[in-house]
């Protein structure tokens, strides 16, 4: 949680989960160079430069995988969201990977020649089209373009100073950088190459990652709908089956979810958007007496939806009441921060 | 997530499947050609 701005808030974890990616990208990189230079010898085999313009190129592409199966994971299986929490550092890490490809395309294809180097990579296919080839190199342009603007907005400060709104929209542009990496792939590195291996890895990716989001985006549709219970009431459910610092999150209808949290005895109802990067609040726990979220950590108190201080942050929160066993639920949002009285358990429940 | 985030998500997954298909059976058969 921030309240001024820092480059990065080092943890535990964070360092943990950037000391084994760190690790991984430069374990990869060797285990590809070392491979190539093993399985393909001089003098038929393919040169440094090469082997890490392929080394970078298939890193970047593993990563971006990695990256997008993450937030459907997360989705379907809690377990996988740990590996949510810095999920920026990844993206970031990708990126360079990417720049590292481009960069040494960039002085391998076009550094030899009369022409700036960049101009020699993207203009070249006014002539390669003449010949059937396709401007595989634009598309890969578009893309570092994409992953450019999103790396260097990544931290909390852009998505304060930007508005959340496009701040989101801006990095939901991961999908066209995908498509486009996709693409580029498609009509460049996979044209050369006989083996069928690249067409079957990167057919796999694709619906791998089309499978997951669609299935995660199922699985959220099919969450529980309150039902109306009198006027101003909708019915949550029954109060048997909810556990001490969880949470039951409600499906209202054209609205946002919301997050129906046990404190002992008392009952507290809170938007399930965090105000951060609206993540499901519904899904932490009670830490410390707080609602915390399981993407970030971001915290807030459950009897008035506020961080606890210093923290600005706050999240609406609802009405609730108690009746015949089943927790009714005001779907009339207060205003962010507004104090609740908690709903009480009944004593044979508690 | 937010509601309307969920809709874009499902809706670009929706549009993106059979692009992305497409543009890999293009690809392909461009190969073979």
């Known amino acids: 949680m921030t309240n001024a701005y820092t480059s990065v808030q080092w943890n535990h974890h964070k360092k943990v989960y950037d000391l084994i990616l760190a690790g991984g990208i430069v374990a990869y990189l060797l285990l590809f160079y070392l491979g190539g230079k093993l399985f393909f010898p001089a003098p038929g085999g393919f040169s440094d430069e090469i082997l890490l313009i392929r080394a970078f190129a298939t890193c970047a592409v593993i990563l971006l995988h990695v990256l997008l199966a993450i937030g459907p994971l997360a989705r379907l299986?809690?377990?996988?969201?740990?590996?949510?929490?810095?999920?920026?550092?990844?993206g970031v890490s990708f990126f360079l990977v990417a720049l590292a490809h481009v960069i040494l395309v960039t002085a391998f294809y076009g550094g030899f020649g009369v022409?700036?180097?960049?101009?020699?990579?993207?203009?070249?296919?006014p002539a390669a089209l003449r010949t059937g080839a396709m401007p595989f190199e634009v598309l890969g342009f578009f893309a570092?373009?994409?992953?450019?603007?999103?790396?260097?907005?990544?931290?909390?400060?852009?998505l304060a100073n930007l508005g959340s709104g496009l701040w989101k929209a801006l990095h939901m542009?991961?999908?066209?950088?995908?498509?486009?990496v996709v693409m580029h792939v498609a009509l460049g590195a996979m044209?050369?190459?006989?083996?069928?291996?690249?067409?079957?890895?990167l057919f796999l990716g694709a619906t791998g990652l089309a499978t997951l989001h669609l299935a995660a985006g199922l699985r959220e549709a099919r969450r529980h709908r309150a039902q109306p219970a009198g006027e101003d009431w909708l019915d949550?459910?029954?109060?048997?089956?909810?556990?001490?610092?969880?949470?039951?999150?409600?499906?209202?209808?054209?609205?946002?979810r919301v997050a129906i949290f046990r404190v002992g005895a008392n009952l507290h109802a809170v938007s399930n958007v965090c105000s951060h990067q609206a993540g499901p609040l519904g899904e932490g726990r009670i830490v410390d007496g707080c609602i915390t979220c399981p993407w970030h950590g971001y915290q807030f108190l459950p009897h008035n939806g506020q961080s606890p201080p210093p923290y600005t942050e706050k999240i609406p929160t609802y009405r609730l009441r108690v009746a015949g066993g089943r927790i009714l639920l005001n779907p009339r949002p207060l205003p962010p921060?507004?104090?609740?009285e908690p709903a009480q358990l009944p004593l044979e429940s508690v | 997530m937010k509601r309307a985030h969920r809709r874009a998500h499902l809706l670009i997954w929706l549009l993106l499947t059979p692009a992305l298909l497409a543009g890999l059976a293009w690809a392909w058969i461009h190969r073979l050609a």
């Not at chain 1, 570092?144 to 852009?158: E, G, K, Q, R, V």
């Not at chain 1, 089956?241 to 499906?251: F, K, P, S, T, Y």
């Open chain 1, 77 to 90: 299986d809690a377990r996988f969201a740990p590996l949510l929490y810095n999920r920026r550092h990844l």
């Open chain 1, 115 to 125: 022409q700036p180097a960049p101009e020699a990579v993207l203009a070249g296919y």
């Open chain 1, 144 to 158: 570092l373009l994409i992953f450019f603007l999103m790396a260097s907005t990544s931290h909390d400060f852009w």
């Open chain 1, 173 to 180: 542009l991961v999908y066209a950088g995908y498509a486009l």
């Open chain 1, 191 to 201: 044209q050369d190459q006989t083996s069928k291996v690249f067409p079957v890895l």
């Open chain 1, 236 to 256: 949550a459910g029954p109060v048997a089956g909810l556990r001490d610092g969880h949470a039951r999150v409600i499906e209202v209808p054209n609205s946002e």
């Open chain 1, 337 to 340: 921060g507004t104090a609740v």
